[in-house]
Structures are given as structure tokens and as C-alpha cells.
């Protein structure tokens, strides 16, 4: 595992607002190492991936999950970079483990926002989680992904598909509606950041965030680790999450700590 300094005022802020900014939290070989990683998964899609863009939108949106168990480079960088010190720092947690990982990639040109949501809604664990989101390419403040500070407090929002805005997961009416940041965004605390390949943005599952389109030459493409603190329990749905981890019920009872080999523990080093 590499070790990372980081300052108080780091964590103090992540605290606060359930965002925090990180520079430089991959060097130039595990900024490569996440390259190689990124066009593997997108040259080798797993059946969990899909395109969230429109067809007739001119770029493309392209994700896929869970992908460390087989893409060596992600599994490197998932378990032994410095990204899970950073997070058990963040989140003050005496063990931490990887939940999962998640490949975001838009094309160039391409329109389709990631709408506005929280990420815990989706999951099928109960408790204090942190993700990180890394590009390994220049990332203009206009481009960025977007995080409302202090969302991480609650409460939990509806979760909706992102194309066709269905309530998959909560029946309609069973959560709060989120509120249309877009249409007052000077409303909101939205934090969004100029970045240069290997900075990383973390957030609380529970934070509100989304991204624009990309409208510009090349390529954004995001390495996004999940990481769990040690007082998260595994909490079964009775729909399918996102993403699925099928047949983990049979395995986990609801209410049990995530020792499981899917979610290996990252921090402390073994």
C-alpha cells in the first residue's frame, strides 16, 4: 500500500462537505497503469457494462463495473495505491474495503449528462461509504464532475434510471424527490474542479452529484473506486442494485459486516 499525506484541513473539509479535492493521487506510472486499465475494460466489456447515452447523441457514454477481479492494473490501483489510505483518512475508519469499481468513460462531443443522485439509494449496504473519481485525463471545470457540499447529511433522495427517469429501486413516493439543482444553481454549494490526470475528487455515497456532457476533443475517462468503512452492513434489496452483486444474500445475511472475498479489506495493509 503507498502512503499518502494528507492534511488536516483535507479531512476537516470532508467532513464538512462531504467533498474533498486530492491532487496528485496517482503518479505518472499508476496514471498509466489506470490508462491500460480503462481500455481494457472498454476493449473487454463485461456483462454488467451498457452505454447511458441516447443513440443519437453524438458522442458516447460508456460505463461498466466490478471489473478489479479480472483487469490486473485496476486491482492494483484499487488495492494497493494510495487511494484506500486516503479513504480511510477521510472517513476516519480503522478498517476500510473495496466495494467496487466503476469505468466512466464519455467520448468526446458526447451530451448526455450523468443527472443529479446520490449513489447509496442504489447499493445494497447500510453504512459509511466513500467514492473516488479519477480521471487519467484533463478534465476542464466545465466538464467536471459536480458535488453539492453538505448533501452527504441527508436524507436519502428517490433513485431513478438515468435515461428514462423510472423508480426501479423505491416505489414512487417511498423517498423524497431530488431537488432540480439546474434550475437555481446558485441555490446549491455545487463544487467542481479544473483536473490533471491522477487528481481525484472524493464524495460521500450519500453526497448529490452528476456530471455535464463532454463538448470537447478527446476523451474523459474515469477510474472511480468505492470503498466501505468498517461498520458497514450488508443490507439486502428486493430489487436489483446497482450494480448487482447476485447470490450475495445466500451468503450474507441482512445485517452483517461485508466479510466477504468481493469486498477485500484494503486498509490497513496485510
Same mark, same amino acid.
Given at each position: 500500500? +503507498?502512503?499518502?499525506?494528507?492534511?488536516?484541513?483535507?479531512?476537516?473539509?470532508?467532513?464538512?462537505?462531504?467533498?474533498?479535492?486530492?491532487?496528485?493521487?496517482?503518479?505518472?506510472?499508476?496514471?498509466? %497503469?489506470?490508462? !491500460?486499465?480503462?481500455? /481494457? @475494460?472498454?476493449?473487454?466489456?463485461? *456483462?454488467?457494462?451498457? @452505454?447511458?447515452?441516447?443513440?443519437?447523441?453524438?458522442?458516447?457514454?460508456?460505463?461498466?463495473?466490478?471489473?478489479?477481479?479480472?483487469?490486473?492494473?485496476?486491482?492494483? &490501483?484499487?488495492?494497493?495505491?494510495?487511494?484506500?489510505?486516503?479513504?480511510?483518512?477521510?472517513?476516519?475508519?480503522?478498517?476500510?474495503?473495496?466495494?467496487?469499481?466503476?469505468?466512466?468513460?464519455?467520448?468526446?462531443?458526447?451530451?448526455?449528462?450523468?443527472?443529479?443522485?446520490?449513489?447509496?439509494?442504489?447499493? !445494497?449496504?447500510?453504512?459509511?461509504?466513500?467514492?473516488?473519481?479519477?480521471? @487519467?485525463?484533463?478534465?476542464?471545470?466545465?466538464?467536471?464532475?459536480?458535488?453539492?457540499?453538505?448533501?452527504? %447529511?441527508?436524507?436519502? &433522495?428517490? *433513485?431513478?434510471?438515468?435515461?428514462?427517469?423510472?423508480?426501479?429501486?423505491?416505489?414512487? #413516493?417511498?423517498?423524497?424527490? &431530488?431537488?432540480?439543482?439546474?434550475?437555481?444553481?446558485?441555490?446549491?454549494?455545487?463544487? /467542481?474542479?479544473?483536473?490533471?490526470?491522477?487528481?481525484?475528487?472524493?464524495?460521500?455515497?450519500?453526497?448529490?452529484?452528476?456530471?455535464?456532457?463532454?463538448?470537447?476533443?478527446?476523451?474523459?475517462?474515469?477510474?472511480?473506486?468505492?470503498?466501505?468503512?468498517? #461498520?458497514?452492513?450488508?443490507?439486502?434489496?428486493?430489487?436489483? +442494485?446497482?450494480?448487482?452483486?447476485?447470490? %450475495?444474500?445466500?451468503? &450474507?445475511?441482512?445485517?452483517?459486516?461485508?466479510?466477504?472475498?468481493?469486498?477485500?479489506?484494503?486498509?490497513?495493509?496485510?
Amino acid at each position: 500500500m +503507498t502512503s499518502f499525506d494528507l492534511d488536516t484541513d483535507a479531512i476537516e473539509s470532508y467532513a464538512r462537505d462531504g467533498v474533498v479535492c486530492v491532487r496528485d493521487v496517482l503518479d505518472p506510472a499508476q496514471i498509466e %497503469l489506470a490508462v !491500460n486499465g480503462i481500455d /481494457r @475494460v472498454v476493449g473487454e466489456p463485461s *456483462p454488467l457494462a451498457q @452505454v447511458a447515452s441516447a443513440g443519437d447523441d453524438p458522442g458516447r457514454f460508456f460505463e461498466d463495473f466490478c471489473r478489479w477481479t479480472e483487469i490486473t492494473e485496476i486491482s492494483e &490501483l484499487a488495492r494497493h495505491s494510495s487511494v484506500p489510505a486516503i479513504a480511510a483518512a477521510l472517513m476516519t475508519a480503522a478498517q476500510v474495503r473495496l466495494y467496487h469499481d466503476h469505468i466512466l468513460v464519455k467520448e468526446g462531443g458526447t451530451r448526455q449528462r450523468t443527472p443529479w443522485h446520490q449513489d447509496q439509494p442504489y447499493y !445494497n449496504v447500510d453504512g459509511r461509504g466513500v467514492s473516488a473519481w479519477i480521471p @487519467v485525463d484533463p478534465v476542464p471545470e466545465s466538464a467536471c464532475l459536480e458535488v453539492v457540499a453538505c448533501s452527504h %447529511l441527508g436524507p436519502w &433522495l428517490m *433513485p431513478r434510471t438515468f435515461l428514462a427517469g423510472e423508480a426501479k429501486w423505491f416505489p414512487e #413516493g417511498a423517498l423524497a424527490e &431530488l431537488p432540480d439543482v439546474e434550475a437555481d444553481r446558485d441555490a446549491f454549494d455545487v463544487r /467542481r474542479y479544473e483536473l490533471a490526470p491522477g487528481d481525484a475528487i472524493f464524495f460521500d455515497f450519500l453526497a448529490v452529484h452528476g456530471a455535464p456532457g463532454f463538448p470537447f476533443v478527446g476523451r474523459r475517462r474515469v477510474l472511480s473506486l468505492r470503498y466501505l468503512s468498517e #461498520g458497514v452492513r450488508h443490507a439486502p434489496r428486493r430489487w436489483r +442494485t446497482s450494480p448487482p452483486f447476485d447470490g %450475495l444474500d445466500r451468503e &450474507l445475511g441482512a445485517g452483517q459486516p461485508m466479510d466477504h472475498p468481493l469486498f477485500p479489506v484494503v486498509w490497513p495493509s496485510s
